[in-house]
């Protein structure tokens, strides 16, 4: 079978641990699989190179990074390849990329100004130097392997900081570049994160997006499954950091998944399901520090047996929107007017709420976009508060937490215990939504509140406990 691995920035963050994610790439071609190695930047390292592209565009070059960054590269490549020529080889890749990254720094700080275009040039870096210590520790386990840059095969929009994958390009490319190599019995590693515009423009899929490269890569080479090796075990009833107790959910399906990921659990970027649910290519999430545990599979069917809420998620970093004014009632077009500017300003909304009597709604955004969106808000609505059809347009930061489950339908009493739960706590929710699907339910709290909600809903549903399969 076809295997496509990908390796997060912990699972290949030390020497040690890519000894360790070689180890599991050999493991499983021993074994008779074939595998496509996709691997993120060593823990860190996007963010210093982030933020040393904020600093450039200052005026202040961080010139003690170049070397850092090559001699944590250059410890795991002494570690981890022994054959001379082999390390000089990924050691040279590695200092040709470093070399650029501090071109593109030093023009930044002659312009003063950082596109998104040349962001995704730089923070793309960290895993073309990454690919070429993964492929030389697993070549020197006997398999042969070799990095190959997505920028070569990953074609993307020009959305840069966010781009989307034009599919049949990639796997066109990835037909003619990577098929080759797994027919040779290679296992080659790709650069998670990265892509490329048709013109050849570096792009990023976004932050965290190297789960989402897995699953592109997965389905443009019609892998037999997906795993993603992270740091916990697999996927969990809520995130381990804020709930000690939460469980590893065995089985998922692939919309259990997309809404988790997509209501903030970091362990799937929110795009990831999309693809491999087109080719229903089983994903696997598992611990490369416990490799032992089976973790999670995310497909079709899930596990059908466990009614009701399997997981509970948060968002934090995001602001609720509130229109409000008692004569919006039956005035037509303010939410459609709203949601035009919102497009415009390029935000995404998370969540949107509106009260029967129609004198509220509000939406969810990112923290980031709210200052902007609420300006071209008042500016678009000008009319209607002049008027005083709308009364106020207000902006208040918050979190969203929302408990999750395919059989969330058709189980009855699931809002009130979340009430019931948030009510004991003294927890006050400020918006509600349910999706149509129920396959969730979503509250806006303060942020202060989410940690706590998050708690109480998870020993509500007592999600600690193994699941009991309904007869
Ligand atoms: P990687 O570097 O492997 O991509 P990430 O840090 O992006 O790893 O994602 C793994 C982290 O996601 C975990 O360490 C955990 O803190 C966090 N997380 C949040 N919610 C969940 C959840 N429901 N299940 C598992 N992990 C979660
Ligand atoms: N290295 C990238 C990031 O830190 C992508 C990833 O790790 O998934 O965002
Ligand atoms: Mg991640």
Redesign the pocket.
Known sequence: MLIVMKF????VGSAERIAQAAALVTASCDKGHQVVVVT?AM?GVTNALVDAAHAAAKGHLDTALRGKLYERHKAAADALIPDATARAAALEQVDRRLDRFEKLCYGLSMVHELTPRLLDAISGTGEMLAAPVVAGAIAARGRASSAVETTEVVVTTDQFGGAEPLMDQTRARMSARIRPMIERGESPVLTGFIGATADGVPTTLGR?G??YSASIVGAALDAGEIWIW???DG??S????EVPDARTLAEISYSEASE?AYYG???LHYKTILPAFQKRIPVRILNSFNPGHPGTRVSVEGDASVPGVK?V?SIRGVSLIAISGTGMQGIPGIVAKAFDVVAEQQSNVLMISQASSENNMCFVISAADAPRVVRALRTALEFELARGHIEEIASQPAAVVAAIGDRMRGTPGIAATVFGALGAQRINVIAISQGSSERNISLVVAEADAAPAVRALHQAFRLDRAAVAVQ
């Open positions: 997060g920035g912990t699972s993120s823990s965290g190297s789960d992270t740091d916990v996927v969990l809520a995130n381990p950091s988790l659990a970091k362990v997981a998620t």
